[in-house]
């Protein structure tokens, strides 16, 4: 929620930092803002509500801002409705109307995050004769960093560490001081924020795409830690003051990934990109025909020893959670609970001996699952991250953390992130049932083998997609779908429902096949449209018979299902088939034609596919 970014070098700062913005625009997108000093007290601060273009088309592409250092910032609205007012950044001078124009401000600065206590501190200082122009909690912070440096006279760097003291809440600040032209001081508290260096140059983002096209060599600053950056280096310091050494991390991921790469959208380019993330994930698993855990901790032997296993997560990646638990109970024999992260902590549900909680994430940084993490190893659970984004907080605070190799995902909607969780998943429970002597070596073996041709049936999907786009601009115009199936069908739903409303704003729900007869039926009317999902030879004709309920009051029916079953035509309006392969692994497969129906229809609906309405990829608020 809220991308932010920081450039001090050589170069004319903000093409640089709209550049950077547009990488991030996928975490808010209600308004933007930058700010940029050339050289002198002046800070000359722009903001437009709305798309990134609007700033882009304000500021001449950052060419009416000359400066080469500034910081800029793209909102998803928490603290105050999206307007001028309320973009980022903001000052710590008085200032009238939008808070745009050259301001002589001693600080300037922007923020992503949440201030909990921000009405207390702002009414400390109203009663020190600070003036509010915004409803943000940001502006609050930017006036208390000026009102400690200027009460205490003393440096950036501690006047934020005083500040750090007495906020609650989670932010990633960059903040430039009237004193220090050239600098730009940046704090961070469970929200993300890397910093990059380069020869005479230094960038800061809340994600790595963001500079990615600048450099490699990135340092994560610590949650409490504040950082000086300067052109071309960086000092970082603790919550005392003093001064701290990082390392300096190399980032491995390809620049053209973050590039839409001809595709009409980043979500498009991820779906295709989906046999790669999978191959990529399950070959950092999979070494000479063997699953190899050791890394994250898993030894047959910690394996052996678990009572419980606890997965939690939210929105897509609970759904592969769903999806696990079916796999794991079925092939390790092992209890399962997956529980929603939001919700997990507000439960004292008992957490036997030997309890390992999974916590799965692409971001690594959503805050739900950072603070069920937290409680799970309060608790005493071992944990482990399923985690995208590498040396993200949710991976350096598990215990032992499992990366997906997805590469970065950029659509607000999960694809390929979600296709890898699902694969690393497979493979883990996998290992637990030869590791629990639930498998034979050639159950295992041949298991291991299903799971290497998935990436090639997803690309054989793929070449299909054609048919899945002729329907969704029949079904465009739908007012609501439900998505059914049983068993892992049933977590497949979930996520295809999802990918369906998330997008293109239809209503639709996920249902167990079996538990729409108990009250959901009665909203079934003329040409509702019922997608079923039927890959599980032993629930396909339960749930076909529950599609046949809907069809007699009126629905219209899609089928997802195996190649082989083609007498679903007797009863659906529209087939879709996947290839067969091992049913445990066949979700991996299923939800492919369910992405590209929401996907289509999005696109059919002249909807911005990648940026959804209301939503933020990355969501560091609970
Ligand atoms: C939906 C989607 C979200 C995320 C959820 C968790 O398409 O992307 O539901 O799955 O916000 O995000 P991560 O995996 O980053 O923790």
Not at 76 to 95: D, E, I, L, Q, R
Not at 129 to 151: A, I, M, P, W
Not at 273 to 285: F, G, H, K, W
Not at 303 to 331: F, N
């Amino acid at each position: 929620m809220c991308g932010i970014v920081g450039y001090t070098g050589n170069e004319q700062a903000a093409p640089i930092l709209l550049d950077g913005l547009k990488r991030l625009e996928y975490r808010g997108y209600d308004s933007a803002g930058l700010a940029v000093r050339d050289g002198g007290a002046l800070a000359e601060v722009v903001k437009a509500t709305g798309k990134l273009q609007h700033l882009a088309d304000k500021t001449d592409q950052g060419r009416a801002l000359p400066g080469m250092c500034g910081i800029g910032h793209t909102r998803w609205a928490t603290h105050g409705g999206p307007s001028m007012v309320n973009a980022h950044p903001h000052v710590s001078g008085n200032c009238s109307g939008s808070g745009s124009g050259t301001v002589e401000s001693d600080v300037v600065g922007v923020h992503n995050g949440i201030i909990e206590n921000f009405s207390e501190l702002k009414e400390k200082l109203l009663r020190h004769g600070y003036v509010f122009y915004s409803d943000t909690d940001t502006e609050v912070v930017v006036k208390l960093v000026d009102y400690y440096y200027k009460k205490y006279k003393i440096g950036p760097v501690d006047a934020i560490t005083r500040t750090m003291v007495r906020v609650r809440g989670s932010y990633a600040l960059a903040l430039m001081f009237k004193d220090y032209p050239n600098e730009i001081f940046a704090a961070r508290k469970d929200s993300p924020l890397i910093i990059g260096t380069a020869e005479n140059a230094s960038f800061l983002a809340s994600d790595v795409p963001a500079i990615l096209k600048y450099t490699r060599s990135v340092y994560y600053i610590d949650n409490l830690q504040v950082a000086r950056v300067s052109p071309g280096s960086v000092k970082f310091y603790d919550l005392n003051g003093d001064e701290v050494t990082l390392p300096l991390t190399e980032i491995t991921w390809d620049a053209a990934a973050a590039e839409k790469s001809g595709y009409e959208h980043f979500m498009l380019k991820e779906i295709h990109e989906q046999p790669a993330a999978v191959r990529d994930t399950l070959n950092s698993i999979i070494k000479d025909g063997d699953i190899v855990l050791t890394e994250t901790g898993l030894t047959d032997e910690v394996i052996r020893s678990l009572s419980q296993i606890d997965i939690v997560a939210c929105g897509s990646a609970w759904h592969v959670g769903m999806a696990a638990q079916y796999v794991i109970e079925d092939l390790a024999k092992l209890p399962v609970r997956v529980e929603l992260a939001s919700e997990f902590r507000y439960r004292s549900a008992p957490m036997p001996e030997n309890t390992l909680v999974i916590v799965i994430s692409q971001s690594g940084e959503t805050a739900d699952s950072l603070a069920a993490l937290r409680v799970a190893k309060e608790r005493g659970a071992l944990t482990l991250a399923v985690v995208n984004v590498i040396g993200s907080t949710i991976a350096r605070e598990a215990d032992h953390v499992l990366y997906t190799l997805a590469g970065p995902e950029i659509a607000v909607a999960t694809t390929k992130a979600y296709s890898a969780q699902l694969a690393a998943m497979d493979a883990l429970a996998v290992r637990m049932a030869l590791a629990r002597g639930q498998i034979s070596r050639e159950e295992y073996g041949h298991l291991i083998e299903e799971l290497g041709t998935i990436p090639d049936k997803i690309r054989r999907i793929l070449e299909d997609k054609e048919r899945l786009q002729w329907f969704s601009s029949k079904i465009a115009n739908a007012h609501d779908i439900f998505f059914i199936g049983r068993g892992l069908d049933y977590a497949i739903s979930l996520e295809g429902s999802l990918k369906m409303k998330e997008i293109s704003y239809i209503h639709s729900e996920a249902y167990a096949a079996g538990e729409l007869k108990h009250g959901t039926i009665s909203l079934i009317e003329r040409g509702t449209l019922v997608v079923g999902v039927l890959t599980q030879s032993g629930l396909y004709e339960k749930t076909v018979s529950n599609m046949m309920e809907c069809k007699s009051r009126g629905a219209y029916l899609m089928g997802v299902t195996t190649n082989g079953n083609f007498d679903v035509e007797d009863s659906v309006n529209f087939a879709v088939y996947v290839p067969r392969t091992d049913e445990h692994f066949v979700s991996s497969l299923a939800v492919v034609p369910l992405q590209l129906l929401g996907y289509y229809t999005s696109v059919s609906r002249g909807l911005d596919v990648d940026k959804p309405r209301n939503l933020a990829k990355s969501v560091t608020v609970e």
